[in-house]
């Protein structure tokens, strides 16, 4: 359970839009972004007291996690490709995978909260809050299944490209992974611009 109880959970009784996003700092593939509402059932399930920051759950509960969300909860994923990071950065890429996730939602005066400091304007009811998938249900639900879409993509791609061990490090720059760059140069899904030093 996470600090501030009440104010966690305050978000679905008040019908508040979460987003989140996952894969900034990775070497290759897509940053994704989601955005959840919350139906206001789940919170008669017990389960419901799990739903944390996704980096702080393991691999295993966040795959149920991620099941029982999508169940009680409206939800969107916003992608944005690396030859989209390549092209507009990083930050522009991630602003982009947002609006994305958001556009589905956009007939909605709901109260938005985003996770980090704000970059854009979405509209006059959002908020952009620093650690917010620690303090927000909604924003800790929309990470939990940002990581878990994301994480499933990196892996189909490892079954394209075994040599780069994705599935295990999704794609982020551990020793075996920088290693297999060296040997084997980047792939297609690769970010050029994160491994200039490679080109």
Known sequence: MLKNEKKFFEDVTNNIIGVDEVGR??????????????????????LVNQINDS??????????LSNFIKKNSTFYFGIASNLEIDEINILQATILSMKRSLKNFCNHKNKTKIDGQKTFHHNNNTFFIKKGDQKSISIASASILAKTFRDKLICNYGNEYPEYDLCSNKGYGTKKHFKAIKHFGITPIHRKSFLRNFL
Do not use: H, M, N, Y
């Open 25 to 46: 700092g990775a070497l290759c593939g897509p940053v994704v972004s989601c955005s959840v509402l919350l139906k206001k059932e789940i919170l008669q399930f017990d």
């Open 55 to 64: 980096k702080k759950i393991s691999e295993k509960k966040r795959k149920t």
